[in-house]
């Protein structure tokens, strides 16, 4: 069955009689008009659609805990749908605790990840009782017991492994291979383990977590992550004489871009993770352990959308034409990163069929500003609605004030109606940090 996360468009997006385009009952070039430009529109059905997709897949294995890995989308109306939609949160900073708990999101069914989590960043997890810590190294283990230790709480950790999995996916966005930033090489579990039997009492240690990157096509790379962490988990029993039973093997299903992407759907993930964990279990004599998987782009990243003006365009002789749009980098920061290609339409323009090859630039002082490189689209003009899909995930929160360029507005549209739900920045707010020492007065 096909899932939201194969398509490029929200599932509610329309061509309405204007010609325009329509995402959840709301013309775009008519919410530009009312909130301005550049804007963030989330189509609630999709992601409520994905998150219903999530949970019906895997609904023969009900030992599962869905997280959201807010990372690629956190605001506070995101924590409450996800927490309607019978969903967790992974979080992995201070910020992401104080924006969940301020939405009134319950924290024991929040884990917090993260590869240098500091004292503060701890403590606040610890107070605001996080139902789960996922610890990346030993340098983490002493600071939480401590933490742990004055607080008088004893906290469920997962030791976060690099399995040694290589996905083929940008070199930025792989996690799981052995030369990598995150989490305890497997050679190293060991010595955790036996510190957390000697030294570390308000350590509960209940399972292992591990996260093998983000936009991820394959399908062989979970199997092969279940086969490494089941083996694992049998070793430690038979070391240790410790069952582990809870294991999260992390998010990085992928979504379509664009036609080049064929992500699988929701439902063939979900097979795989449950047939390797039919097979591993048997193969290693282990009880099925209780899963968290902790999806974030392929939740949020087909529901949004970014609309941006048109502005100033540029013909190069004999060479490429650039129109350029009132945002860009700062907005979306993944084209500039990893090169990532969207898809692109003219909101106002949508039965157009005339077609010349663009490149739309950002407005940013950088010439790697470039959104979208040659391109087909119908003819642009200055004030015309630009709309890139599939940007819901880390766009606006990966998002900047490069130039002094202030963050867009976001929306949650459904059934023709639009709702705010992070405001556009504004000059006040921009400065609101700025401080001028007495001297230079
Ligand atoms: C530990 C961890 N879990 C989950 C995710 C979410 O991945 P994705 O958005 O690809 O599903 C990430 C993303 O980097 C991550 O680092």
């Keep these: 069955m096909n899932t939201p996360n194969q398509n490029i468009k929200p599932i509610t997006t329309k061509i309405n009689s204007n010609g325009n385009i329509e995402i959840g009952g709301c013309d775009l070039a008519e919410l530009a008009n009312k909130y301005g430009t550049p804007l963030y529109i989330y189509d609630e059905?999709?992601?409520?659609?994905?998150?219903?997709s999530y949970k019906d897949a895997f609904k023969n294995y009900p030992m599962v805990n869905m997280m959201f890995a807010a990372k690629a989308f956190m605001t506070k109306s995101i924590c409450k749908i996800m927490r309607q939609e019978g969903f967790g949160l992974d979080l992995c900073s201070g910020g992401e605790i104080y924006t969940a708990k301020a939405a009134g999101f319950d924290m024991t069914?929040?884990?917090?990840?993260?590869?240098?989590?500091?004292?503060?960043?701890?403590?606040?997890?610890?107070?605001?009782?996080?139902?789960?810590?996922?610890?990346?190294?030993?340098?983490?283990?002493?600071?939480l017991n401590n933490v742990a230790k004055s607080e008088n709480k004893s906290i469920r950790i997962l030791l976060r492994i690099t399995p040694g999995i290589e996905c083929h996916t940008h070199e930025y966005i792989q996690t799981g291979h052995l030369d990598s930033k995150f989490g305890f090489d497997l050679t190293q579990i060991d010595e955790a383990i036996e510190l957390?039997?000697?030294?570390?009492?308000?350590?509960?240690?209940?399972?292992?977590?591990?996260?093998i990157g983000s936009q991820i096509f394959e399908t062989k790379v979970y199997n092969d992550e279940i086969d490494v962490i089941f083996k694992e988990i049998k070793r430690i029993k038979e070391k240790h004489g410790i069952i582990l039973k809870e294991v999260n093997l992390g998010g990085g299903?992928?979504?379509?871009?664009?036609?080049?992407?064929?992500?699988?759907?929701?439902?063939?993930?979900?097979?795989?993770?449950?047939?390797?964990?039919d097979t591993y279990s048997k193969q290693y004599e282990i009880e099925k352990p209780v899963i968290f998987i902790e999806p974030g782009r392929s939740i949020v990243g087909t529901a949004g959308v970014t609309i941006y003006t048109a502005g100033s365009s540029k013909q190069v002789p004999h060479g490429r034409k650039y129109f350029a749009v009132d945002g860009g980098m700062s907005d979306n920061a993944?084209?500039?990163?990893?090169?990532?290609?969207?898809?692109?339409?003219?909101?106002?323009?949508?039965?157009?069929?005339?077609?010349?090859e663009v490149t739309i630039a950002g407005k940013h002082c950088e010439s790697g500003d470039i959104l979208a490189k040659d391109i087909k689209l119908p003819i642009i003009e200055e004030g015309d609605i630009i709309c890139?899909?599939?940007?819901?995930?880390?766009?606006?929160?990966?998002?900047?004030?490069?130039?002094?360029?202030?963050?867009?507005?976001?929306?949650?549209?459904?059934?023709?109606?639009?709702?705010?739900?992070?405001?556009?920045?504004?000059?006040?707010?921009?400065?609101?940090?700025?401080?001028?020492?007495?001297?230079l007065n």
């Design 45 to 52: 059905q999709t992601i409520r659609s994905i998150t219903k």
């Design 109 to 143: 069914k929040a884990l917090f990840n993260g590869n240098n989590k500091s004292y503060d960043d701890i403590l606040l997890a610890i107070k605001c009782d996080i139902g789960t810590i996922s610890v990346d190294n030993f340098f983490e283990l002493a600071l």
């Design 196 to 211: 957390i039997k000697d030294e570390y009492k308000n350590l509960n240690l209940i399972g292992l977590h591990a996260h």
């Design 253 to 277: 299903l992928g979504i379509k871009y664009t036609e080049k992407d064929n992500p699988i759907s929701i439902y063939d993930f979900a097979d795989v993770i449950t047939n390797a964990i």
């Design 334 to 356: 993944r084209p500039s990163l990893y090169q990532a290609e969207y898809t692109v339409e003219i909101a106002n323009k949508a039965n157009d069929t005339t077609q010349e």
């Design 388 to 439: 890139f899909y599939t940007t819901g995930a880390y766009g606006y929160s990966m998002s900047s004030n490069y130039n002094r360029v202030l963050k867009p507005a976001a929306v949650l549209v459904n059934n023709g109606k639009s709702d705010i739900i992070i405001n556009r920045q504004s000059y006040e707010q921009l400065c609101e940090s700025d401080v001028i020492p007495e001297r």
